[in-house]
C-alpha cells in the first residue's frame, strides 16, 4: 500500500485545486462502490484507497507531508485500521455530507436523515393560453377550466374520515427508515407514511385517504397588457393541492398568440403592408392606415417606390416590460392594375409611349440595373 499513488487513485494530477480533488472523490466513489460491484471481491478494498487518499488529500497539512516525504508520514493519520491505516468506521465532516449526495444518486434516496417531513407540497401546472393579438396588447380576462388535484372538502384535505392520525408503526413518528446497504445505513423517507410520521386509520371515503381529488377547477385569469408570444403568467396557489393539506402548487400559463391578418408583432414594434394605386405611387397622396387606437391618414409623397417603409411613432404596442411603446411600421406595395378594360389599355400604352420617349428620364433604376448587368457580362465574357 506504501507504494500507492494517491493521486492516482482518484486520476487527478499532482497541482489538483482542493475543488478538484473533491469532485474527483465524488466520481471515484460513485464508480467503485462496493454495491455497484457485486462481482468485484476487491471493490470494498479500493472504496477504502479512494476514502483514504481523499482524507489526506483534502488536509492541506497532511497533503502537504504526503508531498514532501511520502505516504509513511501519513499512514497512521487515518484514524482507522483499514488498508494502511485507514477503516470503515464511518465518515466525518464534509466526507458524510458528500456520501449525502452519492446515497440520494446511487440508491435514489436522502442519505442524510432529516427527520420527519412537513406536509408535501402541490405539483405545479402548466397550461396554455391563446389569446388574439388585440388582447395580448389590450389585456383580457379568460375564464379557463382546468382538471387538477384540489383539496377534499369532506376531511378537510386531512385524508382522514374522523380527522384522527396515529403514530406510524414502521418509523415510529420520525418519518425515516434506516436502510442497509453493503457496509452502509442509508436513512429514507417511510414508505407507509411518506415522510409524515403518522397514519390515518380510518381514511375518508371521499378521497380514500389521499386528502385531495381530481376535479375540474373554474379559473378567471387576467392577462396583462402588453403581453407576447412566449410569455408566460404565474398565478401562485393556484395548482394542484398537496396530499394531505400541504399547500397547493403554482399555475403557469404560456401564452400563444394567433397570427394576426393585418399586424406582425416584434417586441415593442408593430409591422403591417399596405397596397397603394400606381397613381397615388406617381403623383403621391394619401391612404388610411389602421392601428391600434383607429385610422390614421399617412400622407404618401409622388414618386413611391414599392416597398418603400413609412414609420409611426407611438403606434405600437406598450409592452409589460417597459414604459414606452413602440412604432408602426408600414410598408407600401404599389399594386399593378387588373381585369383592365379597353379604354383603359389604351390609355397606358399612351402612357408608355411617352416615358420611353424620355429615355431614361422616368426610369433612372431601370438604367442603373441594366448597366450593373452589362458589366457583370463583360467580366463573365472577359
Not at 329 to 354: A, F, Y
Request: glycine content about 14%; charged content about 25%.
Amino acid at each position: 500500500m506504501a507504494q500507492k499513488d494517491l493521486y492516482k487513485i482518484l486520476g487527478i494530477e499532482k497541482s489538483a485545486t482542493a475543488a478538484e480533488i473533491k469532485k474527483a472523490f465524488k466520481r471515484t466513489a460513485m464508480k467503485l462502490h462496493p454495491d455497484r460491484n457485486a462481482d468485484d471481491p476487491s471493490a470494498q478494498d479500493k472504496f477504502k484507497e479512494a476514502q483514504m487518499a481523499y482524507e489526506i488529500l483534502k488536509d492541506e497539512q497532511k497533503r502537504q507531508a504526503y508531498d514532501q516525504y511520502g505516504f509513511d508520514a501519513v499512514s497512521g493519520q487515518g484514524g482507522g485500521q483499514g488498508p494502511g491505516g485507514f477503516g470503515g468506521g464511518g465518515f466525518h465532516g464534509d466526507v458524510g455530507d458528500m456520501f449525502g449526495d452519492i446515497f440520494s444518486d446511487i440508491f435514489g434516496g436522502g442519505g442524510r436523515g432529516r427527520g420527519r417531513q412537513g406536509p408535501q407540497r402541490g405539483r405545479d401546472v402548466q397550461i396554455e393560453m391563446t389569446v388574439e393579438l388585440e388582447e395580448a396588447i389590450n389585456g383580457v380576462s379568460k375564464e379557463i377550466n382546468i382538471p387538477t388535484m384540489v383539496s377534499c372538502d369532506p376531511c378537510h384535505g386531512t385524508g382522514s374520515k374522523d380527522g384522527k392520525t396515529s403514530t406510524c408503526s414502521t418509523c415510529g413518528g420520525v418519518g425515516q427508515v434506516r436502510m442497509q446497504q453493503g457496509m452502509f445505513s442509508v436513512q429514507q423517507a417511510c414508505p407507509d407514511c411518506k415522510g409524515q410520521g403518522q397514519t390515518i386509520s380510518n381514511p375518508c371515503g371521499s378521497c380514500h385517504g389521499q386528502g385531495r381529488k381530481q376535479e375540474k377547477t373554474k379559473l378567471n385569469v387576467k392577462i396583462p397588457a402588453g403581453v407576447d408570444q412566449g410569455d408566460r403568467i404565474r398565478l401562485s396557489g393556484k395548482g394542484e393541492a398537496g396530499p394531505q393539506g400541504g399547500p397547493a402548487g403554482d399555475l403557469y400559463v404560456d401564452i400563444h398568440v394567433i397570427p394576426h391578418k393585418i399586424f406582425v408583432r416584434e417586441g415593442d414594434h408593430l409591422f403591417c403592408e399596405m397596397p397603394i394605386d400606381f397613381a397615388t405611387a406617381c403623383l403621391g397622396g394619401e391612404i388610411i392606415v389602421p392601428t391600434l387606437t383607429g385610422e390614421v391618414k399617412l400622407k404618401v409623397p409622388a414618386e413611391t417606390q414599392s416597398g418603400k417603409q413609412f414609420r409611426l411613432r407611438g403606434k405600437g404596442v406598450k409592452s409589460i416590460r417597459s414604459h414606452s411603446t413602440g412604432d408602426l411600421h408600414c410598408k407600401v406595395n404599389v399594386e399593378t392594375p387588373v381585369s383592365l378594360s379597353g379604354e383603359q389599355k389604351d390609355l397606358i400604352e399612351q402612357l408608355d409611349k411617352t416615358i420611353k420617349a424620355s429615355g431614361d428620364k422616368n426610369n433612372p433604376r431601370k438604367k442603373g440595373w441594366f448597366d450593373n448587368v452589362k458589366s457583370f457580362l463583360d467580366k463573365m465574357t472577359g
